[in-house]
C-alpha cells in the first residue's frame, strides 16, 4: 500500500461549530501535522475564538496543540460577527467549560512568520477558515514567506452560490475583504473552498446521528454543536441540515479526489457599499486576468462525510 504524505498544517480559525469540525478532522487524521491553530476575531469576538479553540483541543484530548491569538479584528473598519448563526458563545451546543490548556503567548501572525521561514521552502500549508486577518497582516510583515508556502486552501466566497451574509458577499470575506485582497494577490497557489461547494454539505440529521454514534467525547459534543448549528441554517436555507463550510478544506487535504474545480482569476470587491467582499470569480475565463486560484465547485458529500466521521473515532 502507498503510503499516504506527511503534511505539515496551520489551521488559522475562528471558531464557530464548522469550524470545530475542521480542526476535529483535522486531529483526528495520521497524515496531517498540526504545527499550530492560529485565532482570528470572526464569528464571535477574538477572547471568545481563543477560548473555543482551547476548548475544542481539550474536547479531542489533543492537550499538545499550541494555540495562539491574533487579530483583534480586520485591517479597516469595524469587526463583523455571527452569532445569530453560532449562538453568544460561538460554539453553542454543548456544555461551555474553561479550557487547561495554556494559550501560547507569541502573536498569531508572528508565529505564521517564525514557522513559515524556519521549515522547509514549500513543506507548509495554510488553512484559513476565518477571516483572512491573520494571514494577511503575516503577508504584510514578510511578504518572503509568500513564495514559501506550500499552498493555502482557503474556505471563502462564493460565486453562483452568491452571500450568505450580504445578498454578494460571502462571510470570511465580507468581515475582512482587504486582507483577503492581500491573500489572493500574494503569488501563493489558492485552494478556494466557496459556498458553492460548501452548501453541497448538509448536516442531515442521519449524518449528525452517525457521528454521535462515535460515542467519544469529541464527536458526541460535535453532535450537540451541529444540532445547534443546523437548527438555524436549516430554517434559513429550508433544507434537511445544514451547510458545514470548514472541513471541506482538511477534507480537501486528505481526499482532493471527492472535489472537483477550474483554476480562475478571482478578485475582490472592496469598493462598492453594495458588493463589497464579494468574491468576483472568472469561471468562464471571459477577461485574461491571471489565474490565482483553484476554485472548487464539486465534492462527493456522502463520502465527506464519511471521512469525517472515520477520522473521529481516532479522537478522545
Ligand atoms: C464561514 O463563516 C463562518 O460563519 C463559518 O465558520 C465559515 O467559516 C461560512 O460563511
Ligand atoms: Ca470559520
Not at 494577511?136 to 452568491?162: D, T
Not at 457521528?211 to 464527536?219: D, H, K, P, Y
Request: net charge negative.
Amino acid at each position: 500500500m502507498q503510503r499516504k504524505r506527511h503534511m505539515k498544517i496551520i489551521i488559522d480559525t475562528d471558531p464557530g461549530q464548522d469550524d470545530a469540525a475542521a480542526i476535529m478532522l483535522a486531529l483526528g487524521s495520521p497524515e496531517l501535522e498540526i504545527l499550530g491553530l492560529t485565532i482570528v476575531a470572526g464569528n464571535v469576538p477574538l477572547d471568545l475564538t481563543t477560548r473555543n479553540a482551547l476548548m475544542i483541543c481539550e474536547l479531542s484530548g489533543r492537550l499538545d496543540v499550541k494555540v495562539f491569538a491574533g487579530a483583534e479584528g480586520p485591517l479597516i473598519g469595524p469587526q463583523v460577527t455571527a452569532e445569530h448563526a453560532h449562538g453568544k458563545s460561538g460554539l453553542d451546543g454543548p456544555d461551555i467549560f474553561k479550557p487547561s490548556i495554556a494559550l501560547q503567548t507569541q502573536y498569531a501572525p508572528d508565529f505564521l512568520v517564525e514557522t513559515i521561514l524556519k521549515e522547509d521552502k514549500k513543506t507548509v500549508t495554510l488553512c484559513p477558515i476565518g477571516p483572512l486577518t491573520n494571514i494577511a497582516l503575516a503577508l504584510k510583515s514578510e511578504p518572503e514567506i509568500a513564495s514559501r508556502i506550500e499552498k493555502i486552501v482557503l474556505m471563502g466566497g462564493g460565486y453562483f452560490a452568491q452571500g450568505n451574509i450580504t445578498p454578494s458577499a460571502e462571510f470570511n470575506i465580507f468581515a475582512d475583504p482587504e486582507a483577503a485582497k492581500i491573500v489572493y494577490n500574494c503569488g501563493a497557489p489558492i485552494i478556494m473552498m466557496p459556498l458553492d461547494v460548501t452548501h453541497q454539505i448538509l448536516t442531515t440529521k442521519a449524518r449528525v446521528e452517525k457521528i454521535q454514534a462515535v460515542g467519544n467525547t469529541a464527536s458526541l459534543a460535535l453532535a450537540k454543536m451541529l444540532g445547534f448549528y443546523s437548527r438555524y441554517n436549516s430554517k434559513k436555507y429550508g433544507n434537511d441540515g445544514a451547510p458545514l463550510h470548514d472541513p471541506t478544506t482538511i477534507a480537501w487535504l486528505l481526499k482532493p479526489e471527492l472535489f472537483n474545480g477550474r483554476h480562475c482569476n478571482v478578485e475582490i470587491e472592496t469598493e462598492s457599499e453594495i458588493t463589497r467582499g464579494a468574491t468576483v470569480i472568472d469561471w468562464w475565463e471571459v477577461t485574461d486576468r491571471p489565474k490565482n486560484a483553484y476554485v472548487v465547485n464539486e465534492v462527493n458529500s456522502d463520502e465527506f462525510f464519511d471521512l469525517l466521521t472515520d477520522r473521529l473515532g481516532n479522537l478522545n
